[in-house]
């Protein structure tokens, strides 16, 4: 390192405040400061300018319908269908041969489906579901890769009415399972198999043993063929080739269905406090307004861009940001099929270099194993295409914050740290890149027209400085709208605690009774996640206040993992906690008690580490599996899980002599490695 170097890389390091480059303003979707005024002088009727963005076939009647808070309505009476927002209203512009999806399969081999290429096979694919028995409203499941026939399919779902629920393709049999009885789905799309680090990986087998656990009956799967000859299969009875049955209904046209601005687009499970996975409900205009306007005005997206979120489509981001935000806008959205380090740990930045990639979006995970990696693998290649950076998923640390900005954005690319869940169906505390100072670490205020604020245990807003709850008081467009038939569970989740109490009581006795309008301000969202308020009213969250870890930014319940390694023989009771990893930010830490006459063995360490793979998948692999006779409890016999938590983390023990069983700590903290 030269001396200039060294000196750039300390005043990096000791910078806390970062300027959108002048050139990136000049050109910005969104640039005057005055948009949060003017949103919250005109709220809701601000949301008008989302909802703008997309073609409808009704106009709304109302902006926002509140009488039956918090099962709010957006642009109700509106009629629109999110397949022609993001296919033949671009192919009817003019943009017909644009790229709409450019694909990288692991391999190296590529595909590139322009608008009116992916217009013409979601016909197709439309027809097929039709022809199969889809009716509208029926929920059709995918459980796929990342492989161009999965937004395809999600697209050709939109396009008939039938909401799609996408299982990630690294999920289990079970979880599949547990999904489709969930959603009483009766229609799968799946694959035989998908490529990782060079091999091609079944895949069928594991849908196939889903399938069996399924309760009801599935009509049909369909299966494309991935991977060919390097994987042989067989279809059962009820199962069809892909291949097949788009070369059987090619040129088909399907007019898109008018749904209803309300109607369901997709459900999407994701894990919360309890053991059972929660059906998000999203909304065919709200969802698709918000994930349009978002990606608008937080990620700069233009038509003439190419954009790349790396996410995977099996979670809320992809859903999002790699299909429905990015194609109703008309840009040129990549997607990658491996993983960053296959053939080597250069690949993104390969892509990036010959797509001439515009914006990247990513997660703080990927960004920390770019930096162990080291920064020669960015060096290696042209990346002064890159306009925009963007992260999600957890919080991101300052060091990486500013690796990425030097490394990947050679200090041009303003940095967005966008704050959001799968409930939110987009982004909700963010900076504007091309209008607010940036600050590592900090996602920044609430995006305009969003009413999210930190609060106390009580409710009251905290003060500058001062750490406490995130919390939303106002709806918003792309807010699920229930858990899929459990209004109630929907109010206890999300609305219970912080909103009117009496308001709560009777939505819950006599649900749906329309409410009167005053009641309305009385409702406040609650995410479950902590956070700290600065002088700027900027905000630094600090992660699941619940039973929720983030694994590599994606989220897994600890019941859930905790049931699974219960339900192994031998084991007796068990308690699962995230503990910090440098790369992953929370690893899986399980403590279990085996019953008696089992041994504390590598076998059963084996088989508790299986039970999580049978039930969820790789990505709750435990880091450790700690046997102990006892589990460290309070005196009222509740696990302390923090506890377990500064184990797991290596951090130091507080006070540990008010626990009914004191001794079994330093017994449990020497067993684990750190
Ligand atoms: C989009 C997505 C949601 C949880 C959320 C929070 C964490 C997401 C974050 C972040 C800090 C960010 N989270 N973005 N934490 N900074 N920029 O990730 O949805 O899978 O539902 O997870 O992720 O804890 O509550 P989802």
């Not at 026939?149 to 079970?174: K, T």
Request: with cysteine; charged share 25%; net charge negative.
């Amino acid at each position: 390192m030269t001396q200039e170097e060294a000196n750039l890389e300390v005043r990096l390091e000791e910078q806390e405040e970062f300027e959108p480059p002048e050139s990136f303003v000049e050109q910005a979707n969104v640039s005057d400061p005055g948009i949060y005024e003017e949103f919250e002088e005109n709220w809701p009727e601000c949301w008008e300018g989302a909802a703008d963005l997309l073609s409808w076939d009704e106009p709304y009647e109302t902006v926002l319908e509140d009488d039956d808070a918090p099962f709010y309505e957006w642009f109700t009476d509106g009629e629109l269908n999110a397949s022609y927002n993001c296919l033949d209203r671009h192919v009817e512009d003019g943009s017909k041969n644009r790229a709409a999806i450019k694909w990288e399969g692991e391999g190296g081999e590529t595909r590139t489906y322009t608008y009116g290429d992916l217009l013409n096979e979601v016909e197709a694919f439309a027809a097929t579901l039709r022809d199969l028995g889809v009716e509208e409203d029926d929920v059709v499941t995918l459980y796929m890769p990342m492989i161009p026939e999965l937004p395809i399919a999600m697209l050709a779902c939109a396009r008939i009415g039938a909401p799609h629920s996408v299982v990630f393709a690294g999920f289990s049999a079970d979880a599949l399972a547990t999904r489709m009885n969930s959603a009483d789905s009766e229609h799968l799309v799946t694959c035989d198999g998908y490529y990782r680090r060079g091999d091609g990986l079944d895949h069928i087998t594991k849908a196939n043993e889903g399938l069996e656990g399924v309760d009801h009956e599935v009509s049909d799967v369909v299966v494309v063929d991935r991977l060919g000859d390097e994987l042989e299969h067989s279809l059962s009875d009820g199962q069809h080739d892909y291949d097949e049955l788009i070369a059987d209904h090619e040129g088909a046209s399907v007019e898109p269905v008018s749904r209803d601005a309300e109607d369901m687009l997709f459900l999407m499970y994701t894990s919360g406090t309890t053991g059972k996975p929660k059906g998000v409900k999203h909304t065919t205009g709200g969802y698709l307004s918000y994930a349009a306007w978002t990606s608008h005005a937080v990620l700069d997206v233009k038509p003439e861009d190419t954009y790349w979120c790396a996410a995977d489509i099996g979670w809320i981001t992809g859903h999002s940001y790699i299909v429905y935000g990015p194609l109703a806008l008309g840009t040129t959205t990549v997607m990658y099929e491996g993983t960053p380090d296959y053939p080597d740990k250069d690949r993104l930045w390969e892509i990036v270099e010959k797509n001439r990639v515009d914006i990247f979006y990513t997660a703080p995970t990927a960004i920390r194993a770019f930096m162990k990696w080291g920064e020669q693998y960015p060096a290696r290649h042209d990346l002064s295409s890159l306009r925009l950076l963007g992260t999600v998923g957890e919080p991101i640390n300052p060091r990486a914050w500013k690796w990425y900005y030097k490394h990947i954005g050679g200090e041009e690319c303003p940095i967005v740290d966008t704050w959001w869940q799968t409930e939110t169906g987009g982004m909700m505390i963010t900076t504007l890149p091309g209008v607010n100072t940036m600050k590592p670490g900090t996602a920044g205020p609430p995006l305009p027209g969003i009413g999210a604020s930190v609060v106390d245990a009580n409710g009251d807003d905290v003060g500058a400085g001062e750490a406490g709850y995130v919390t939303v008081n106002k709806p918003w467009p792309g807010m699920l709208r229930t858990l899929y038939k459990n209004d109630e569970r929907f109010i206890e989740e999300y609305w219970e605690e912080y909103s009117d109490e009496d308001a709560v009581n009777r939505q819950l006795t006599s649900p749906h009774s329309t409410s009167s309008r005053e009641d309305a301000d009385e409702w406040v969202y609650f995410p479950e996640d902590g956070a700290k308020l600065d002088g700027d009213d900027y905000i630094t969250i600090l992660g699941r206040v619940d039973d929720v870890i983030n694994v590599s930014g994606h989220r897994l319940g600890t019941m859930e993992i905790e049931s699974a390694v219960v339900g192994v023989e031998g084991i007796a009771e068990a308690a699962v906690v995230g503990g910090h990893h440098d790369v992953k930010g929370e690893a899986v830490y399980v403590y279990a008690i085996p019953e008696d006459g089992y041994e504390a063995d590598a076998d059963l360490e084996e088989r508790a580490a299986e039970g999580i793979l049978e039930s969820i998948g790789p990505i709750a692999k435990p880091e450790e599996v700690i046997f102990t006779p006892e589990l460290p409890k309070t005196r009222s016999g509740k696990i302390m899980r923090r506890l377990l938590e500064d184990i797991a983390s290596g951090n130091e023990l507080g006070n540990t002599s008010t626990l009914r069983n004191p001794g079994v700590v330093d017994d449990i903290a020497e067993q684990v490695d750190n």
